[in-house]
C-alpha cells in the first residue's frame, strides 16, 4: 500500500513540474514571437504574417485554457501588449517611410512644375 501511495505522489509531482514547464516553454515561445517581430517586422511578408498571426494565437489559446498562477497570467497579457504594440509599432515605421518616399517625389515633381513654369 505504501508503495502504491508513494508511486500515485510521484506522479502527481510529475505531472505537476511537467505542466509548468509546458507553460513556461510556451511563454518562452511567445517571447521570443515577439522578439522576433520587433526585430525583423520590416523583412515579413504578408505571408509571414498570417503564419506569425496563426501561431502566437495558438499559443494564447493554449495559455489561456490552462490554469495560471497570477505571476504566468501578468507574463501571458504582458507578452500579448508587446505583440500587439510590436506590430503597431512596425506598421508606424512602415507608414513612415512610405510617406517619406511620397513625399521626396512629390517635391521633385513641384520643383520641375514650378521651374516649366517660370
Do not use: H, P, W
Not at 498570417?50 to 497570467?73: H, P, V, Y
Amino acid at each position: 500500500m505504501k508503495k502504491l501511495t508513494l508511486l500515485l505522489i510521484a506522479t502527481l509531482f510529475a505531472f505537476a513540474f511537467s505542466s509548468c514547464d509546458s507553460t513556461s516553454s510556451t511563454l518562452r515561445e511567445m517571447n521570443n514571437i515577439c522578439r522576433d517581430i520587433e526585430k525583423n517586422f520590416d523583412k515579413y511578408t504578408e505571408d509571414d504574417f498570417e503564419k506569425i498571426t496563426e501561431k502566437f494565437s495558438a499559443l494564447e489559446k493554449k495559455m489561456e485554457q490552462r490554469e495560471l498562477a497570477d505571476k504566468e497570467k501578468k507574463e501571458l497579457y504582458k507578452l500579448k501588449g508587446r505583440y500587439y504594440g510590436a506590430f503597431t509599432k512596425g506598421a508606424i515605421k512602415s507608414t513612415k517611410k512610405e510617406l517619406k518616399k511620397i513625399s521626396e517625389e512629390i517635391g521633385s515633381v513641384i520643383e520641375g512644375f514650378i521651374e516649366e513654369i517660370k
